[in-house]
């Protein structure tokens, strides 16, 4: 059974940071790119960034790039979302997914395969 289990949400003031974490289990993790995603209530699923199997591509939404990084360890089957500098336009529910295509970053969410249940933000001023 595959399993994506985000965590490391919460509470953050803005201007802090918060770091991601996802943690994989039932697929060989190496195998697949990893993508984050995030919903405020009211809105549309909205791509974050995604890095291909090896950790070669990356890729950022303009919203974020300069601010977040997203990293992996094929070693722990776990991807992270490194969060700098939060706005609270920041603030959704944020997902992790994972795409069979190991070298495609794309943006799309169709192309991802496995979805977590999600790990909440929120950002006062």
């Known amino acids: 059974q595959v399993q994506l289990v985000e965590s490391g949400g919460g509470l953050a003031l803005a201007g802090t940071s918060l770091t991601l974490s996802c943690a994989v289990s039932?697929?060989?993790?190496?195998?697949?790119?990893m993508g984050w995603f995030r919903q405020a209530p009211g809105k549309e699923r909205e791509f974050i960034a995604t890095?291909?199997?090896?950790?070669?591509?990356?890729s950022y939404a303009d919203s974020v790039k300069g601010r977040f990084t997203i990293s992996r360890d094929n070693t722990e089957n776990t991807v992270y979302l490194q969060m700098n500098n939060l706005k609270t336009d920041d603030a959704a529910v944020y997902y992790c997914?994972?795409?069979?295509?190991?070298?495609?970053?794309?943006?799309?969410?169709?192309?991802?395969?496995?979805w977590g249940q999600g790990t909440r933000v929120i950002v006062s001023s």
């Open positions: 997914a994972a795409n069979p295509r190991g070298f495609e970053v794309a943006r799309d969410p169709l192309r991802f395969e496995f």
């Open positions: 039932g697929l060989t993790f190496s195998n697949y790119a």
């Open positions: 890095i291909s199997r090896i950790d070669v591509l990356t």
